[in-house]
């Protein structure tokens, strides 16, 4: 059983921990006021509603209501128990953890089937590198990587491997060590034969470990090593790891997990066509590329690239079939999302690779930093292939189609440069050109127009991201508790004050947490917000406080506020005490009792006149 975290390890790790940094490499933060915001990641939004507060060490989303402290961020995010989020805090921050409970809670968290799944990728990818690195099997594959550039220290930073000519190497490694059947069945890492046996998947493969974006190992690529012994005429180029319970390769950006906080810190992200390009980007000092899996983008991969910056750079190959697939990007991007783009182009029609390769790392870092173009730019080259401009209709064709590409370009110094450049390579008055794109402007409005009322008809699909939090509006005496609640969170002295009136609050909720907020007194001496919201264990009432603790009020109170705040709960109450009365003194009626009726009565009109007072 796992062993409970000493309250002092949790009370470090918090205090030496920065909500700021930590949410920061999830979400691009942008700072508004004394707190920062950015868009939510546990729920699809276009405007930022998610916001961090340094100096309380909490987030809240007022789009979806999820709140909390640092280790319920973690929790939330990456679907882990209180305990594996406090070990990765602490992985982030680099703080060593010591002592039994650590042992114990990783043996334990080790049970989930995930986490052995994981387990075993971690350990193929160990081998697999060993093999490639340390040993005559790997040789071959290990001179290969060494003549296309990569260095020893790119291998190990990529933990690239070698799956051998050898359809049992891994089987007999996970077999001899009693590996659960069914856990190796699902792992994709073999091949589940009719008979019952199991083969490798990769074999004479050079391999790249995926990660996600916790850099955990879910899968792999692994690429054919031909050679004299083995040409693999009818083996793929490349072969993937299978759709898994851990690997969905359109949830998936290789390098996403070591590219994450360098993209924070450029503010812009590169998108590369392959594995190898990402690696050669790396070993030119561009440490904030990413690719996909072999397929375009998807609405998961661009909410996680949307979390962290608002620039992508496409540099994809740059022969006929790399420019196609620029293009295609583009269109998808334009679509889908609201990153501003712009494209790097190899020259000579190599991949960044063999670029890379040919003119060295400078020579490269120097195409991608200041080689970029506009996507207006690039559209310009790529509706020039395949057309002779020589020819009237084709010119005219290729005019009309830039003018319609002109139409998406919402900087007006762009739109005048371009119609300018277009006027004058091929002598076509500005006017003209300036009205025509006015025209197309026109039909673009009317066509959005059109399409929007085409919604407006269209059934309603339930939407799949969770709606956003609407509450009913706060009654008079609520926004009095929850201020005054956030007095006591905040000011000893206020605290003081309600002790000695044995104060009670109207509503249920607040009672009780004004109650538990006693209890962890005692329990801790002082009270800080973070360490509060993990005592707490109903999220109802944490939530609740969250929102209590970004209420918008003076930093200090003074004697007239909390008058003022207790004179309406104070009349809350003593109505709410009249309510009960009221309806004892009909049941006394219903039952003949007239000595208790009279008494009530009594005590009613009592209770009027203290509701009556000012300042009661």
């Not at 503010?267 to 392959?274: A, C, Q, S, T």
């Not at 690696?279 to 990413?290: C, D, K, L």
């Amino acid at each position: 059983m796992a062993q409970r975290i000493p309250q002092e390890v949790i009370d470090e790790i918090r205090g030496k921990t920065d909500i700021v940094e930590i949410v920061g490499q999830y979400v691009q933060l942008k700072k508004s006021g004394k707190n920062y915001l950015g868009l939510c990641p546990f729920h699809e939004e276009k405007s930022p509603s998610f916001s961090v507060a340094e100096d309380k060490q909490i987030f809240h989303c007022f789009g979806c209501g999820k709140g909390g402290n640092v280790f319920n961020f973690v929790q939330e995010l990456e679907g882990v128990s209180f305990p594996e989020a406090v070990e990765k805090v602490a992985e982030l921050e680099q703080i060593p953890l010591q002592g039994n409970w650590v042992a114990s809670n990783r043996e334990e968290q080790g049970n989930s089937k995930q986490r052995q799944l994981i387990e075993l990728h971690e350990k193929a990818n160990e081998l697999f590198h060993h093999l490639l690195v340390r040993t005559k099997a790997g040789v071959e594959a290990l001179d290969y990587l060494l003549e296309r550039g990569l260095t020893m220290e790119l291998i190990e930073e990529f933990q690239i491997g070698f799956a051998p000519n050898e359809r049992k190497f891994l089987v007999q490694v996970f077999e001899n060590e009693s590996y659960d059947v069914e856990l190796m069945k699902e792992s994709g890492l073999f091949v589940h034969r009719d008979d019952g046996t199991f083969v490798d998947r990769f074999y004479q493969r050079i391999m790249f470990p995926i990660r996600n974006p916790q850099g955990k190992t879910i899968g792999f690529s692994g690429r054919l090593l031909k050679t004299e012994k083995f040409p693999g005429t009818d083996q793929p180029k490349y072969l993937n790891s299978p759709e898994t319970e851990l690997f969905n390769k359109r949830l998936v950006l290789f390098n996403f997990d070591k590219a994450r906080s360098m993209i924070r810190k450029e503010g812009e992200v590169f998108l590369f066509e392959g594995f190898m390009d990402v690696i050669a980007a790396w070993q030119a000092g561009i440490h904030n590329g990413i690719a996909s899996m072999g397929t375009s983008l998807t609405s998961q991969q661009l909410s996680m690239i949307e979390r962290v910056t608002k620039e992508l750079v496409i540099c994809y190959d740059g022969d006929s079939a790399g420019i196609e697939a620029t293009n295609r990007a583009i269109e998808l991007l334009n679509d889908n999302s609201r990153l501003n783009l712009s494209v790097v182009s190899v020259p000579e029609g190599r991949d960044p690779d063999e670029y890379l390769r040919k003119y060295g790392e400078a020579a490269f870092k120097e195409l991608a930093l200041h080689g970029r173009e506009t996507v207006f730019t690039f559209k310009m080259r790529y509706h020039r292939l395949n057309r002779n401009l020589q020819n009237e209709k084709e010119q005219l064709d290729y005019i009309e189609e830039l003018l319609q590409e002109l139409v998406a370009v919402a900087s007006p110094i762009e739109q005048d440069k371009y119609l300018t450049q277009l006027s004058t390579e091929f002598q076509i008055g500005r006017e003209s050109l300036q009205e025509q794109l006015r025209s197309l402007k026109q039909e673009s409005r009317q066509q959005r127009r059109a399409a929007r009322r085409q919604e407006n008809f269209a059934p309603q699909i339930a939407p799949v991201a969770p709606t956003p939090v609407t509450k009913a509006p706060l009654s008079l005496v609520e926004k009095a508790e929850r201020n005054l609640l956030f007095r006591v969170f905040n000011e000893q002295g206020i605290r003081n004050q309600l002790n000695e009136l044995s104060f009670q609050f109207v509503h249920d909720q607040y009672q009780e947490i004004y109650f538990l907020l006693g209890a962890f007194l005692e329990e801790r001496g002082t009270f800080t917000l973070p360490e509060f919201l993990d005592f707490l264990k109903k999220e109802a009432l944490r939530k609740t406080v969250i929102e209590i603790a970004y209420f918008s009020v003076g930093d200090t109170s003074s004697e007239r506020e909390i008058q003022d705040l207790l004179a309406v709960i104070g009349k809350a109450s003593l109505a709410d005490e009249i309510k009960q009365k009221k309806l004892l003194q009909q049941e006394a009626s219903r039952n003949g009792n007239q000595q208790l009726e009279l008494e009530l009565a009594i005590e009613i009109i009592n209770l009027t006149k203290q509701l009556k007072k000012p300042n009661s």
